[in-house]
């Protein structure tokens, strides 16, 4: 079965300081990832998605996203986070062989000081 | 352009009562899914659809939840009898077809007396 791991529960970070949020997935066989943002009170929205080809994502609002198979690894990255980021951050995998069976990490919530 | 849409968009009821939440999904958009999401345990999938049939419905926390989806454009999920424990954000997304990103609702935040 799919499993989704992101390595920090809460991340704390000033404006302007970079940001690399960690997720692992296990499974061997193909997937399609995704990151998830969720802003205060309300509903998931898409950052961006890797199906296939180059494995470096850009993604909305300054993220991007890289995926390393052999680290089973898609970590997000923003080189410079505002105070406008602070929400919490869903990776997400779907292994192709499994259809439409999608399997959400934890979240990470990142709260970002002014 | 209508995004998924989910209502009530809060719910309070007593424990026992039966609880209904209902979404509509985006038009064209051929799979839902209905997510329940809590501080302890975060997002979880209790069910999709294809096309309107039910595809896993493993998600499903016990025989109280029952999922159905008369037509392509509606989906209920209801909960008889709740309980306090039941209280939680509940989800609805859609999406164009396998493998697809999903379109989240806005949520139905449903408290449990």
């Known amino acids: 079965a799919q499993s989704v791991s992101q390595h920090n529960h809460h991340v704390i970070l000033s404006e302007a300081a970079s940001l690399e949020l960690g997720c692992n997935y296990s499974?061997?066989?193909?997937?399609?990832l995704f990151w998830y943002v969720q802003y205060p009170g309300q509903h998931l929205q898409l950052l961006l998605k890797?199906?296939?080809?180059?494995?470096l994502v850009k993604g909305i609002k300054g993220f991007e996203a890289e995926f390393i198979k052999s680290k089973f690894s898609f970590n997000l990255r923003k080189p410079s986070v505002q105070w406008s980021d602070t929400a919490e951050y869903f990776c997400?995998?779907?292994?192709?062989?499994?259809?439409?069976?999608?399997?959400f990490g934890p979240g990470t919530r990142l709260s970002v000081l002014p | 352009d209508a995004g998924v849409i989910q209502s009530p968009r809060h719910e309070v009821t007593e424990m026992g009562q039966e609880v209904t939440l209902r979404c509509k999904p985006i038009?064209?958009?051929?799979?839902l899914f209905w997510y329940r999401q809590t501080m302890m345990r975060g997002l979880e999938l209790l069910i999709y659809?294809?096309?309107?049939?039910?595809?896993?419905d493993s998600g499903m926390p016990e025989d109280r939840f029952s999922a159905k989806m008369p037509n392509a454009s509606f989906s209920t999920l209801k909960i008889q009898p709740s309980e306090p424990r039941d209280s939680a954000v509940y989800f609805c997304?859609?999406?164009?077809?396998?493998?697809?990103?999903?379109?989240f609702g806005d949520g139905t935040r449903l408290s449990i007396l």
């Open positions: 659809f294809n096309n309107n049939v039910p595809i896993d």
């Open positions: 038009s064209g958009h051929n799979s």
């Open positions: 997304a859609s999406s164009p077809g396998p493998n697809q990103p999903q379109h």
């Open positions: 890797y199906f296939s080809g180059d494995p």
């Open positions: 997400a995998v779907n292994a192709r062989n499994y259809g439409q069976n999608f399997v």
């Open positions: 499974y061997g066989g193909t997937v399609n």
